[in-house]
Nanobody, 123 residues
Framework: QVQLVESGGGLVQAGGSLRLSCAAS????????MGWFRQAPGKEREFVAT????????YYASSVKGRFTISRDNAKNTGYLQMNNLKPDDTADYYC????????????????WGQGTQVTVSS
């Protein structure tokens, strides 16, 4: 079992930045790939970014590529999502998740989920 807790969400103006954190506990975090997903009101959950267990491989949704950076620190059992140049369309609840796959953009591949953190971007 892996427990995940997100933090770092909040209200920011368009063009601003936020860094989300995902603190893991339980089984060794370094055994799992990690992903970030988001869900806006009335919309389906969508993939944002994923990173392999070692951090060597990453993959981004086209909508965030070049603006968001996923990273992890296995020594601290923590993953991160640095979000720059935020847009109102980035407003959503953001979830981190852990997968036994190397990396994946498919939420069905993820075994463990956090409770989410809200990000609101004002125009």
């Amino acid at each position: 079992q892996v427990q995940l807790v997100e933090s770092g969400g909040g209200l920011v103006q368009a063009g601003g930045s936020l860094r989300l954190s995902c603190a893991a506990s339980g089984r060794s975090f370094s055994l799992y790939g990690m992903g970030w997903f988001r869900q806006a009101p009335g919309k389906e959950r969508e993939f944002v970014a994923t990173i392999s267990w070692s951090g060597a491989s990453t993959y981004y949704a086209s909508s965030v590529k070049g603006r968001f950076t996923i990273s992890r620190d296995n020594a601290k059992n923590t993953g991160y999502l640095q979000m720059n140049n935020l847009k109102p369309d980035d407003t959503a609840d953001y979830y981190c998740a852990a997968t036994s796959s190397l990396i994946s953009h498919n939420h069905h591949d993820y075994n463990y989920w956090g409770q989410g953190t809200q990000v609101t971007v004002s125009s």
